[in-house]
C-alpha cells in the first residue's frame, strides 16, 4: 500500500530540518550524511523545493528521527524533576566536555529528555546503543549520527569520527540503551573518550541493568569498567527515590506535571495518577503508562 503524505507534514519535516541545520557546526555533506540524503537534495531542500525529493518513507524516517510523526497525539515537553536534572547533566558535560552517566527506572522520561536536548542543542548527537550492540554496529552507527563517514575499513571510520568529534565546537554525545552495548562495543567508549578528551562531552542513559553491568564488570576486575567508569565521573545519576512513600510521591508529581502541560483535565489527571500508582507494591507505572491509559480514557470518551 502507497503512503500518501500531506503538503503540511512534509513542510513541517523540511523546516525542522532546516531548524536543525542551524544546530550543526559541520558541512552539508556531513549533515546530510546524517539524515541519509546527498548534499545536493539538501540544498534544493533548504532552497524550498519539496515534491520528488525523498521517498515517503524517507520522509517518515527523517520525521521519525526529528520528533515528527504521522500521528496527531504528540506530547508536550514538560519541565519535569527528571527533565531539569539530565538537562543540567548534559549542559554541564558539554560546557566543560566531561562525561556522566544517568541510571534510573523506566518510564521516567529519560529518552524523551535526551532526544528533546539532542534537536535543541547545538553538536548535540543522540544514539540509541540498542540500534547497534556490537563493535561493528556501534561504530558505525556513531559515525552515522555526527556525519562521518561509515564506509571503509573499521579503524578509518573510528579515526573519522575521531577527528570530526575534535573539528567540532563543544560537541556532546548522549547514548541511550548503553547497556544493551556487548562488551567489546563498550570498550570502545574508553577509547573514543580518551580520543575527544577536552574537545567532547558524554552521557550515558540506562536503567538499573546499566548500573549492574558497570559494578560487576568492577568487581569482577574486568578490563575496561573501571576505566570507563572513572571517565564518566564515578558515580550514577539517579533521581527517582528509593523510600517508598517518596517514590510515590515523585511519581504523581512526575505524572502530574507531564498531563498538565498537555492540557489534560484535572479530573482525569487524578484518575490516571490513582490508576499509574495503584499497583505500587510491585511496580509503578511511569509516563507510559500514563500515555495509555490517556489514550484509552479519550477513547471511551469518543
Known amino acids: 500500500m502507497a503512503i500518501t503524505l500531506t503538503n503540511e507534514f512534509r513542510e513541517t519535516v523540511a523546516s525542522r530540518l532546516i ?3 542551524m544546530n550543526f557546526d559541520g558541512s552539508n555533506a ?3 550524511r546524517m539524515h541519509g540524503m546527498s548534499a545536493a537534495i539538501f540544498t534544493r531542500l533548504f532552497n524550498g523545493e519539496r515534491d520528488n525529493l525523498l521517498s515517503p518513507t524517507k520522509w517518515l524516517i527523517i520525521g521519525q528521527n526529528l ?3 504521522l500521528d496527531e497525539r504528540e506530547w508536550a515537553t514538560a519541565r519535569t524533576d527528571v527533565f531539569d536534572i539530565i538537562e543540567e547533566d548534559i549542559i554541564f558535560c558539554k560546557t566543560f566536555s566531561k562525561a556522566r552517566i544517568c541510571v534510573d527506572d523506566c518510564g521516567i522520561g529519560k529518552t524523551y529528555t535526551a532526544r528533546y536536548l539532542s534537536r535543541t542543542l547545538k553538536n548535540c548527537f543522540y544514539v540509541d546503543a540498542s540500534q547497534g550492540k556490537t563493535k ?3 561504530i558505525k552507527l556513531l559515525a552515522k549520527t555526527v556525519g562521518a563517514d561509515a564506509l571503509g575499513r573499521f579503524s578509518d571510520v573510528k579515526t573519522r569520527i575521531k577527528f570530526h568529534l575534535q573539528s567540532l565546537t563543544r560537541p556532546i554525545l548522549i547514548i541511550d540503551e548503553a547497556g544493551d552495548l ?6 570502545e567508549l574508553k577509547e573514543l573518550w580518551n580520543a575527544t578528551e577536552g574537545y567532547c562531552g558524554w552521557y550515558m542513559i540506562g536503567a538499573d541493568g546499566l548500573r549492574a553491568k558497570i559494578e560487576r564488570g568492577i568487581s569482577g576486575k574486568k578490563v575496561g569498567y573501571a576505566e570507563i567508569f572513572s571517565r564518566y565521573s564515578e558515580k550514577f545519576t539517579t533521581i527517582v527515590p528509593k523510600d517508598r512513600v517518596q517514590r510515590n510521591q515523585f511519581y504523581r508529581k512526575l505524572i502530574t506535571d507531564t498531563l498538565n502541560a498537555n492540557n489534560c483535565p484535572p479530573d482525569k489527571i487524578r484518575k490516571i495518577v490513582n490508576q ?3 499497583n505500587d507494591n510491585v511496580f509503578i507505572g511511569g509516563l507510559r503508562r500514563a500515555e495509555s491509559l490517556l489514550i484509552l480514557n479519550s477513547e471511551n470518551e469518543d
Open 19 to 21: 531548524e536543525q541545520r
Open 30 to 32: 556531513q549533515f546530510s
Open 67 to 69: 520528533g515528527i510523526t
Open 136 to 138: 561493528m554496529q556501534f
Open 182 to 187: 556487548e562488551y567489546n562495543a563498550f570498550l
Open 276 to 278: 499509574c500508582l495503584a
